[in-house]
């Protein structure tokens, strides 16, 4: 079966057009770099017009096409406004839920604050988009939805209470968006990454631990079996194909990408 697809390469996407929630930094701009290379037209919805403008200006250096729009996605005023306004000049093909915070601390440390904020932006987020993107996509016959869940989801996290609470609701909204749609030709999937070596985690070593940065790097990483934290470059490379038509017969499936941590420890 010869196809324009096939003549390019695998896990192409010309002409598709994608949404990246959170996609100005770390795993969210691995993933809209790797779907822009890949052919896609990348739409990148960051809290921060000027991060998702320096993205979309480091895509294009790359060769890739995007495009840069400042968003809350925790705010349902603001992604109704902001996708509404995409999807009257475009067909979204792709969307990724990928924005999110962490939460650290237990169910007795943890402040109702924290709680609430960390479910505005990783729970509530990908209900907002979802519901904003999904009547387009049955009207045009289809489309894939992606969502960032976490190995937190279902493996016992120490002092990651709200975080796991997010990420299981993450999970269970994937399965059922797939279910609900299966019948619109629109697949939902879900990633579960382990630790992954961002911006984020050095970030976070040097405002907890300053002058043990090493050290505590060192023991982030072991505590995959495979010895090291993943690179967002391979979480883009499973999304990037978990979106392409070559997975067309995956649907409802969440994906661990954690270096043995689910199933070797």
């Given at each position: 079966?010869?196809?324009?697809?096939?003549?390019?390469?695998?896990?192409?996407?010309?002409?598709?057009?994608?949404?990246?929630?959170?996609?100005?930094?770390?795993?969210?701009?691995?993933?809209?770099?790797?779907?822009?290379?890949?052919?896609?037209?990348?739409?990148?919805?960051?809290?921060?017009?000027?991060?998702?403008?320096?993205?979309?200006?480091?895509?294009?250096?790359?060769?890739?096409?995007?495009?840069?729009?400042?968003?809350?996605?925790?705010?349902?005023?603001?992604?109704?406004?902001?996708?509404?306004?995409?999807?009257?000049?475009?067909r979204i093909h792709i969307?990724?839920?990928?924005?999110?915070?962490?939460?650290?601390?237990?169910?007795?440390?943890?402040?109702?604050?924290?709680?609430?904020?960390?479910?505005?932006?990783?729970?509530?987020?990908?209900?907002?988009?979802?519901?904003?993107?999904?009547?387009?996509?049955?009207?045009?016959?289809?489309?894939?939805?992606?969502?960032?869940?976490?190995?937190?989801?279902?493996?016992?996290?120490?002092?990651?209470?709200?975080?796991?609470?997010?990420?299981?609701?993450?999970?269970?909204?994937?399965?059922?968006?797939?279910?609900?749609?299966?019948?619109?030709?629109?697949?939902?999937?879900?990633?579960?990454?382990?630790?992954?070596?961002?911006?984020?985690?050095d970030g976070y070593l040097?405002?907890?631990?300053?002058?043990?940065?090493?050290?505590?790097?060192?023991?982030?990483?072991?505590?995959?079996?495979?010895?090291?934290?993943?690179?967002?470059?391979?979480?883009?490379?499973?999304?990037?194909?978990?979106?392409?038509?070559?997975?067309?017969?995956?649907?409802?499936?969440?994906?661990?990408?954690?270096?043995?941590?689910v199933n070797l420890r």
């Open positions: 079966m010869h196809s324009d697809s096939a003549k390019l390469g695998k896990f192409r996407l010309d002409g598709r057009s994608a949404i990246v929630t959170g996609g100005a930094n770390g795993i969210g701009f691995a993933i809209a770099s790797a779907f822009a290379l890949a052919g896609a037209t990348v739409h990148i919805v960051d809290l921060s017009l000027d991060a998702a403008s320096d993205a979309v200006q480091r895509i294009a250096q790359a060769g890739g096409s995007a495009k840069g729009h400042a968003c809350n996605v925790a705010v349902k005023e603001e992604v109704d406004r902001v996708f509404g306004d995409l999807l009257t000049r475009e969307l990724v839920n990928n924005a999110g915070i962490a939460g650290i601390g237990r169910v007795d440390t943890t402040t109702a604050e924290d709680f609430d904020r960390v479910f505005q932006v990783n729970v509530k987020s990908v209900f907002h988009c979802t519901s904003a993107c999904i009547g387009s996509m049955v009207k045009a016959g289809g489309g894939v939805i992606l969502n960032m869940a976490s190995i937190s989801a279902s493996s016992g996290l120490e002092d990651r209470f709200s975080y796991s609470m997010s990420k299981g609701a993450v999970l269970s909204m994937t399965y059922s968006i797939a279910r609900d749609f299966l019948k619109q030709n629109i697949r939902c999937n879900a990633i579960s990454p382990a630790r992954v070596h961002t911006g984020f985690v040097a405002k907890n631990y300053p002058g043990k940065e090493a050290e505590m790097f060192e023991k982030l990483s072991a505590a995959q079996p495979i010895g090291r934290m993943g690179e967002p470059e391979e979480v883009a490379n499973l999304a990037l194909f978990l979106c392409s038509d070559e997975a067309g017969f995956l649907t409802g499936v969440d994906y661990p990408l954690d270096g043995g941590f």
